[in-house]
């Protein structure tokens, strides 16, 4: 019988394709790592649910901030709980959620949110959790990063999300730990890697152009005669002063840009299998209203890198 060299050709195409496909079959085990972003990180979730929904097995989680927020939702088994609790949020329920409170180091407490956090998806302890969780936080005196492995779950998610300036720090021992996107905004080298996973990652970390316009129709929204810390604030922010120069937008876009420059370091040091680099300047970090949106940008997000990988 003869084979022509087109014929050796296309069975050696044939056989290639096929164990491909069996070496990404079996490459299904992820090690998935979600940044900071603010509201931005609602599309984690979608991206969570796409990655899922095409087979891929999420062994251990990492993340900073938001990230760390919605890894410990789906570490603990309650993502669609979590989603569904967003999908209910508009600007009154926010405002409600925010406790201001103007202080020499914050605007914001940040109990409020965490209470009611508890009140759909109890505390529980990291190392209790069904797979390797780890969150970032900021030693803020050090500079050197706190990795949560252990301990409660919802204070390693509170001393991630301490945003300087906004949520009040937290201390803890001898230590003040503020937002861990300060010093690693899409923790790689901090999640739990087992022999042949992928390494997943989802960067949300973008310039935050539109976060204190939000912020300040938010406030808007509430009455301010009762609360002096509302007052104060909405005096940090006057009316006449381009909204590109007043105190909160400087110290929040420093801190965006700096947030962005340290998640690209972080990809070049820790070059992920499969990334999902979203950047969404429609969207600002206080756009919790908009979950719906963004839940579906990173299912769309994700799908297209996924795509991308299988091919």
């Given at each position: 019988?003869?084979?022509?060299?087109?014929?050796?050709?296309?069975r050696?195409t044939?056989?290639?394709?096929?164990v491909?496909?069996?070496?990404?079959?079996?490459?299904?085990?992820?090690?998935?790592?979600?940044?900071?972003?603010?509201?931005?990180?609602l599309?984690?979730?979608?991206?969570?649910?796409?990655l899922?929904?095409?087979?891929?097995?999420?062994?251990?989680i990492?993340g900073?901030?938001m990230g760390?927020?919605?890894?410990?939702?789906?570490?603990?088994?309650?993502?669609e709980?979590?989603?569904?609790?967003?999908?209910?949020m508009?600007?009154k329920?926010?405002?409600s959620?925010?406790?201001?409170?103007?202080?020499f180091?914050h605007?914001v407490?940040?109990r409020?949110?965490?209470?009611?956090?508890k009140e759909i998806?109890?505390?529980?302890?990291i190392?209790?959790?069904?797979i390797?969780?780890s969150?970032?936080?900021?030693?803020?005196?050090?500079?050197?990063?706190?990795?949560f492995?252990?301990?409660s779950?919802?204070?390693a998610?509170?001393?991630s999300?301490?945003?300087p300036?906004?949520?009040s720090p937290?201390?803890?021992g001898?230590?003040?730990?503020?937002?861990?996107?300060?010093t690693n905004?899409?923790?790689?080298?901090?999640?739990?890697?087992?022999?042949g996973?992928?390494l997943?990652?989802?960067?949300?970390?973008?310039?935050d152009?539109?976060?204190?316009?939000r912020?300040?129709?938010?406030?808007?929204?509430?009455?301010?005669?009762?609360?002096?810390?509302l007052?104060?604030l909405?005096?940090?922010m006057p009316?006449?002063?381009h909204p590109?120069?007043?105190?909160y937008?400087?110290?929040n876009?420093?801190?965006?840009?700096?947030?962005?420059q340290n998640s690209q370091?972080a990809?070049?040091?820790?070059?992920p299998?499969?990334l999902?680099?979203i950047s969404m300047k429609?969207?600002g970090?206080?756009?919790?209203?908009?979950?719906?949106?963004?839940?579906?940008?990173?299912r769309?997000?994700?799908k297209?890198?996924?795509?991308?990988?299988?091919?």
């Open positions: 019988m003869n084979i022509s060299t087109l014929d050796l050709k296309e050696y044939e056989i290639k394709d096929i491909i496909k069996r070496i990404q079959g079996n490459k299904k085990d992820v090690a998935l790592v979600l940044s900071s972003g603010g509201a931005r990180g599309a984690h979730i979608g991206a969570i649910e796409e899922t929904d095409r087979g891929y097995h999420i062994r251990s990492a900073t901030s760390a927020l919605v890894a410990g939702m789906y570490a603990t088994g309650n993502l709980r979590f989603k569904e609790w967003m999908t209910t508009d600007r329920k926010i405002l959620l925010t406790d201001f409170e103007l202080g180091d605007l407490k940040g409020r949110i965490i209470d009611a956090l998806v109890p505390d529980v302890r190392e209790d959790l069904p390797p969780y969150a970032v936080a900021t030693d803020w005196e050090s500079g050197h990063e706190v990795v492995t252990e301990g779950l919802y204070s998610i509170r001393a999300i301490s945003l300036a906004f949520f937290v201390k803890t001898n230590k003040i730990l503020i937002d861990g996107g300060i905004p899409l923790p790689l080298n901090r999640v739990k890697r087992t022999k996973d992928l997943v990652a989802v960067n949300v970390s973008g310039h152009y539109l976060g204190q316009s912020m300040k129709r938010l406030i808007e929204k509430r009455e301010m005669e009762g609360s002096r810390a007052r104060l909405k005096r940090i009316e006449n002063v590109e120069f007043n105190i937008t400087l110290l876009r420093t801190s965006s840009i700096m947030i962005h370091l990809i070049r040091l820790t070059p299998d499969i999902v680099d429609r969207y970090g206080f756009d919790y209203d908009k979950s719906t949106r963004l839940v579906n940008i990173g769309k997000r994700m297209e890198a996924i795509d991308g990988y299988e091919l």
